[in-house]
């Protein structure tokens, strides 16, 4: 999966410079791609959300 | 003040780009094809965000400062650090130049993503601060030369991390791993996998989801008949007595001592009680007057949980809470009232404090203790854990009197004619309170009101014996021959000591 956001993000760094006029969709890929990261590290993390230290 | 105008933004927000794709992101990516180094699923999530910071610049850069931009940077700055610091704190507290994976510039990557997301929200707050207010512009602009090698640069990065990427963690549906293999282009070495991750159950905390246990409200079977040893020898009580003066709080641990040392105050001091109100009290043999009292300011300095344990130590009061934190304090004639009332929310004036920090255990660690003994003999202070949903072991901990640090810890063994039943062990005992008499750990349990005596030289439990009738047992005192099991409404059970 991560190699996927890659791919989003390449998507839409390609858009930026070559196809500008299509700036939604590349904010869109921009969302998707943080989302995709985030969830990512949500799972890596999912026995324990919080930083394991005395809170 | 200097303000900076749309067009030098640009051409900063274009450095700012290349510096930081060449440095972190292509540095990491350096790493994997020189050195080997695969990140792990938490570092790719970092990793991913810087470059995602990056394409947010990218956004700036061509289209301008607008709002939805920024806020994404903040975002995604705030985002990283809270990843960095979760991800950091597998590591940061062990011992020193122990990280994970190789360090890059003296630092480790999960700390170098820590600093670069923060520096990113300074960065941006910076950046606001100076920029000139400008009318907006409608459409793309013209990146300028500057600009246009940042991105392609950025996309190049971005290329070489998409198959770093692909090598490492696999097309979808497969993800990172949290413990990866070294990085290599030969699709031999490749292990792509996705059920790794999603194993276990969703936590907030995981392992320091730790109830606090109540020392003078202990939820426990006590029926000795259903504990793990089978049908221990009963010892009866031979008779009860009872704390005369009103104690305020519920009673959680009772200990005995010697008198104090003629000129250090405190004449014919010999026992101490603990209460769950953080209070302290020195009474006499017979239990029939208070001599000194304190009540401690538990959220003054080391956080202080219920107090459960009390131990003399020589003329010196040792009390300890549930969290394994400790105050030291003595009887003295002669007090500084103000240097007292830092520590005291109310005092006889006649207590000083001496110290006040924690004990730090290995094998006990995130697990609370309900008691504290005094080994005299080896002038170390002893603890003994209490098990919890998520850790069950009984750890007894010695600590030196000396330096108050760990000296050695242990998980006693059954010695010989005890046996536990199928799928039993020691750790179903909730040692409440704890007293060393002739290098034996007497430990009484409130679950299955139990008392286990441990040999200290073996590190065995050498008996066990129950002890019936017994009502939330918090602690426990020599007294010659015999044994005083305190309960916490302030009765007493006597019993012959084995």
């Not at chain 2, 903040?74 to 991800?87: D, E, K, Q």
């Not at chain 2, 510039?105 to 606001?128: D, E, M, N, S």
């Not at chain 2, 409200?217 to 009103?246: C, F, K, M, Y």
């Not at chain 2, 405190?266 to 001599?291: C, E, H, K, N, P």
Request: charged residues 15%.
């Amino acid at each position: 999966m991560e190699f996927f956001n890659f791919l989003l993000i390449l998507w839409a760094g390609w858009l930026i410079w070559r196809r500008p006029e299509k700036e939604r969709l590349a904010f869109r890929l921009l969302v998707a791609s943080c989302l995709l990261m985030a969830l990512l590290f949500l799972i890596g993390t999912h026995t324990s959300l919080v930083p394991g230290v005395n809170l | 003040m200097t303000t900076l105008s749309e067009t030098r933004l640009r051409t900063l927000l274009a450095w700012v780009v290349i510096v930081l794709t060449a440095g972190p992101v292509g540095g990491a990516v350096w790493l994997g094809v020189v050195y080997g180094e695969s990140p792990c699923i938490l570092c790719w999530a970092q990793r991913t965000s810087m470059v995602l910071i990056g394409l947010v610049t990218l956004f700036v850069l061509r289209y301008g400062p607008r709002p939805r931009y920024l806020g994404m940077v903040v975002l995604l700055g705030a985002w990283g650090v809270f990843m960095s610091l979760r991800h950091s704190a597998l590591h940061l507290a062990r011992d020193v130049g122990q990280g994970f994976a190789a360090p890059y510039l003296g630092v480790h990557t999960y700390a170098w993503a820590w600093f670069i997301h923060w520096v990113v929200l300074g960065v941006v707050g910076v950046l606001l601060l100076l920029l000139r207010e400008e009318p907006a512009g409608l459409g793309p602009r013209e990146p300028g030369r500057v600009g246009r090698f940042a991105i392609v640069f950025f996309l190049l990065v971005a290329a070489a991390n998409a198959l770093q990427a692909f090598v490492t963690t696999g097309p979808p549906p497969f993800i990172g791993q949290s413990d990866p293999l070294r990085f290599s282009l030969n699709p031999r070495h490749w292990v792509w996998m996705n059920h790794e991750e999603i194993e276990g159950r969703i936590s907030l905390r995981g392992s320091w989801t730790i109830p606090r246990p109540d020392p003078a409200n202990i939820t426990a079977d006590p029926d000795p008949s259903h504990g793990p040893l089978a049908n221990p020898p009963v010892l009866a009580v031979q008779g009860w007595e009872r704390i005369g003066p009103a104690l305020d709080g519920r009673l959680t641990d009772l200990a005995l001592g010697s008198p104090s040392p003629a000129g250090r105050g405190g004449q014919g001091v010999r026992a101490l009680a603990v209460t769950d109100d953080f209070r302290v009290y020195v009474l006499d043999s017979a239990l029939s007057q208070v001599q000194h009292f304190v009540q401690l300011d538990h959220q003054f300095s080391v956080d202080l949980t219920p107090l459960a344990g009390a131990a003399f130590v020589g003329d010196t009061l040792a009390v300890l809470s549930t969290n394994k934190s400790y105050v030291l304090l003595r009887p003295e004639a002669n007090v500084d009232a103000g240097r007292e009332w830092r520590y005291f929310r109310e005092t006889s004036s006649d207590i000083t404090e001496l110290r006040r920090s924690r004990f730090a255990t290995v094998r006990a660690r995130q697990m609370y203790v309900l008691s504290l003994a005094y080994d005299a003999a080896a002038d170390e202070l002893i603890t003994v854990s209490v098990p919890s949903p998520r850790h069950r072991r009984l750890v007894v901990s010695r600590f030196a009197r000396s330096d108050m640090t760990l000296a050695s810890e242990f998980l006693p063994r059954l010695g010989p004619g005890l046996v536990a039943g199928t799928d039993r062990s020691l750790a179903e005992y909730v040692v409440t309170g704890a007293v060393v008499v002739d290098g034996r750990l007497y430990a009484i349990s409130a679950a299955y009101s139990t008392l286990l005596v441990i040999d200290l030289a073996t590190k065995s439990v050498t008996a066990a014996f129950a002890v019936a009738g017994l009502e939330q047992p918090v602690g426990i005192a020599a007294r010659g021959a015999q044994l005083l099991v305190a309960q916490a409404d302030g009765r007493i059970a006597v019993i012959e000591r084995p």
